[in-house]
């Protein structure tokens, strides 16, 4: 980032510029003062988000007393500088590279464009400023072939002026150093790789170098053929947990292109492959676009939305009649809105009369709201994004951040290249584990036990924070005597993780200050999730990394909203804020506003509803946003659950694994066609705002809920999102301070108790939300996961994401993504391949006990000995039909990650997988 003013904690100057007497940070440049001032000083190789660079010397400036014009991006202030941007000699030096730079630019480039395209080209607005639409100088030109095979990106080396932002954009945001300059002088040129092309280079399609380039060499294909824009809207992804602010730059009914809003508070003017490039699923041709029915012969028939919603209300009406109000269930979604989540949970408490709703943060960060209420008080990360720009450590475990939250991954990669030091835990080695200064390598299903052997290390070896630990912990000596139990050398044992690593880690850890812990899916996906979670808290408050900037047990929530539909009550357990059903008060308070009376006992978890369907005490079920025949486990027994049901209703944007089963398929509306909120992992609400309407006859999910309910006989007064977030924050006290009108572009992070409150960057600093104000410290033993390996299955499956897909891959397989990603492998050691005789691209058969798929065979060291890896974006590799029932006991999260199977290779000829991209590929970083 180049040196802008950052607050009155650094010096302050004052210095004039252009005749204005100003006062500005010492470290600030003189371009930061100007653009403050609003005073135009052009630039080309100048980026807000990238160190400044001082090579193209068109920010040229007078300053007085200096020997001659100086650059603008590269000069400190001082005090008593005076500074003049209009300078003649300034103006003349900066107007004659310009020209220079034109001498080899293509003028149909520099002429062409509507006025967004003008937005983007840098270029066109700098010669524009000098009044010069052609240059003086002419000779020879560089004619190079325009690349067009990387689905996305664009290159045309004929507009680029080699002015180096997008290799320093690949470096320095996103750390993947894909892009370098190639050739000398005249030859000089911008190469991805080798020079061998986007998709043949390690290139993960994050945007970063289009983002930043100067003059379109390097864009998408689809601005350039819609270059003008009617309006662009500030929105929120509706990807991963990290909540990319985004610009949606629409033309009629279309959406042109997304740009990362610079200032996003979340990732700072960057995004991924899948938040900037992977929108053209909400106009797919497959897309729903009217209520669809079943035939009694199995077919689908378009209705009128009169006449499915009426079958929909009165066929659950009459099952309620008949067998009552919990044999009805709903399942909500954390790809949806806050909103749209409290008005499902709403209609089912209050239209139906059942507490059985539950949304898929069941079968992902469950244990993360037990395990961090139990410990801490509330189910929410303690820290902020931001605060990996400050962390001194980085234990990252059970995540793999470069893939599931690629900004989050790149923030990470670019604070350890600056010094802060790494741990890595995870039975993969994942990509970040090559940059760490540890690597721990653990067995699968043996999170607890390394956890409590790094807190045994911290305790022996006299590294705990005493004076927190006594100050902020309930009573610690029975935790530690537990801890006695779990000396490295027994936890090596259980973990295969060598002592001396443990030990290593654990002084590591403890000795670096501020330290803060990453944790995501392989902690909470096991039989002990909850267990895991608490066990990284107590690592916390014995080094005391709580209550301040850079520290924390910070959760990486794996869809958008996971954060905030359980937030926002759409559980069985909680109404809003994760208050229990069985608490009076605040049933009492909810039944006051809503009108009707609502039962203390919890309804029914997702896993509950297949077991009661298959049972048939459940009878029909409403599917909101989720595919759970695709991602819930044990497909066998949720595929008899769904067969099972009277009524299934699918809420969805296309016809899904699950829409195989329903008998009224509804179409949904996606996150570029509704307004609303989503929260992210670091509970940080954001506005969601409309770019355009649903298409055909589809309408917004917000509308369907509310006509639902009004069928059922349960009208609600709401009349816009706005309207329903008003009632979640007077409901809600750690929500009271927040609206739609409130949140802006940088959202508001809870708690918010108030009207006027900022918001909570950092949670706990003087108490914890316990009854007590203190942490809990909990002993926590090891237990063996549900599945180990065995003759019949020796290898152990874990399952997780890839970086060009997201959950079932219904939105990521209707865009670009598949071409740069377009199967799913099976990672295997290559010890294990050489026993089996299996080679890469080789189709193999992965088998558990409860069925088999086949796909093709990657061999990679990125898994170790025993172990292969599957993601589930793939419906044709059905992975969670291999994987089991075994869940964590208090939750009811299941065990995705721990599946004993077996693998041999397909005997015959087969053709090969289809060609990943090489950045995309299955073990691309060994």
Known sequence: MSGADHGSRRRLVTLTIDGRTVQASERATILDVARREGIYVPTLCYDPRLAAFGACRVCMVGVAGARGPVAACTTPVREGMVVDTHDPTAQRVARGVVELVLSDHPPEALAGGGDAADDRNELRQVARHFGLAKSRYEGERH?????????????????????????????EIQGTFALAYAGRGWDTKIVAGTDSGFTDSACVSCGACVSTCPTGALDEGAFRQLATVDRTVTTTCAYCGVGCSLEVHVRGDAVVAIDPALDGPSNLGHTCIKGRFAHQYARAGDRLTSPLMRRADGSWREASWDEAMGFVSARMLAIREQHGPDAIAFISSSRCTNEENYLLMKL?????????????????????????????????????????????????????????????????????????????????????????DLYLQLRPGTNVALYNGLAHVIVRDGLVDRAFVEARAEPAEAYFEHLKGYDPGRVEAITGVPARLIEEAAHLYAASRPAAIFYGLGVTEQAQ????????????????????????????????????????????TYLTMYRKMADDETRHAFEVKWGRPIGPERGLMIPEMFDRAVSRDLRAMYVFGEDIAQTDPNVQHVEEALRSLDL??????????????????????????????????????QMVREAVAPPGNARRDLDVLLDLSARLGYPMPHRSAADVMDEIAELTPQLHGVSHDRLGTQGLQWPVPTRDHPGTAVLYPERFATPSGRARLFDVD????????????????????????????????????????????????PDDAARLGVADDDLVEIESARGAVQTWACVTTRVARGNVFLSFHFPEVKTNLLTSANADPLTSCPEYKVTAVAVRRVPGAHPPPPRTAKGFRQGAHD
């Not at 664009?154 to 680029?160: F, G, Q, T, V, Y």
């Not at 080094?543 to 069985?572: H, I, M």
């Not at 020796?794 to 209707?814: C, E, K």
Request: net charge neutral; hydrophobic share 35%.
């Open 529 to 572: 999730g909850v267990s895991g979670v608490r066990c990284l808290a107590n690592l916390c408050v014995l080094t005391g990394n709580f209550g301040k900037p850079g520290s924390g047990a910070n959760p990486l929530r794996g869809q958008n909203n996971v954060q905030g539909s359980s937030d926002v009550g759409a559980l069985p």
């Open 143 to 171: 004619a190079y072939e325009r690349d067009d095979r990387h689905p996305y990106i664009k290159m045309d080396l004929n507009e680029c002026i080699v002015c180096g932002r997008c290799v320093r954009a690949c470096d």
């Open 648 to 685: 299934l209703v699918v809420h969805d944007l296309f016809e899904n694994a699950t829409a195989r089963f329903a008998h009224v398929l509804l179409p949904g509306s996606s996150f570029l066609e509704k307004t609303g909120t989503f929260t992210n992992a670091e509970r940080r609400v």
């Open 782 to 829: 090891w237990e063996p996961p549900g599945e180990s390996a065995s003759e019949r299955f020796p290898f152990i499956l874990i399952t997780g994401r890839q970086l060009a897909h997201y959950n079932s891959g219904t939105q990521t397989r209707r865009t670009g993504n598949v071409e740069l990603q377009p199967a799913d492998l099976v990672e295997l050691h």
């Open 348 to 436: 089912a408490r209050a239209a139906v009369g059942t507490n059985n709703v539950d949304n898929c943060s069941r079968v992902c960060h469950s244990p993360t709201s037990a395990g961090l209420i139990a410990s801490l008080g509330e189910s929410g990360g303690t820290n902020s994004f931001a605060d990996i720009d400050v962390t001194a450590c980085l234990f990252v475990t059970g995540a793999n951040p470069t893939e599931g939250h690629p900004v989050v991954g790149a923030r990470m990669k670019e604070a350890r290249m600056r010094g802060a030091r790494l741990i890595v835990a995870d039975p993969r080695r994942i990509e970040l584990a090559a940059m760490a």
